[in-house]
Nanobody
């Protein structure tokens, strides 16, 4: 079991930056991948980024949605058991509730970590609003 708590959301203007954090507790050693998804008003929840081998001293692997590639960076702090999402050059289209999710399953196909059903554990979400 794992518990996830997001923080760092807020209201910013276009071009600004925000850093979201996801605190993983419970059994963080059992978690293989941590991801961020987001849900904009009136839209379905979508993949943003994930990091695999996040709680290992091995080299991590990351993946990003095309819409955020080059602007967002996902990283981890093993000592603090957190996964962070640095969001730069924010756009109004980034306005959404951002969810942290964790998966304890290991797949060889990285694309599986772009789908919600891979992730068993979810946080409550943190809201990000970007004004133009």
């Amino acid at each position: 079991q794992a518990q996830l708590v997001e923080s760092g959301g807020g209201m910013v203007q276009a071009g600004d930056s925000l850093r979201l954090s996801c605190a993983v507790s419970g059994r963080p050693s059992s978690i293989y991948s941590v991801a961020w998804f987001r849900q904009a008003p009136g839209k379905e929840r979508e993949f943003v980024a994930h990091i695999r081998r996040w709680n290992s001293w091995e080299t991590t692997a990351t993946d990003y949605a095309d819409s955020v590639k080059g602007r967002f960076t996902i990283d981890r702090d093993i000592a603090k058991n957190t996964v962070n999402l640095q969001m730069n050059s924010l756009e109004p289209e980034d306005t959404a509730v951002y969810y942290c999710a964790a998966a304890d399953l290991i797949y060889k196909i990285a694309a599986y970590y772009r789908t919600q059903r891979t992730f068993r554990y979810w946080g409550q979400g943190t809201r990000v609003t970007v004004s133009s």
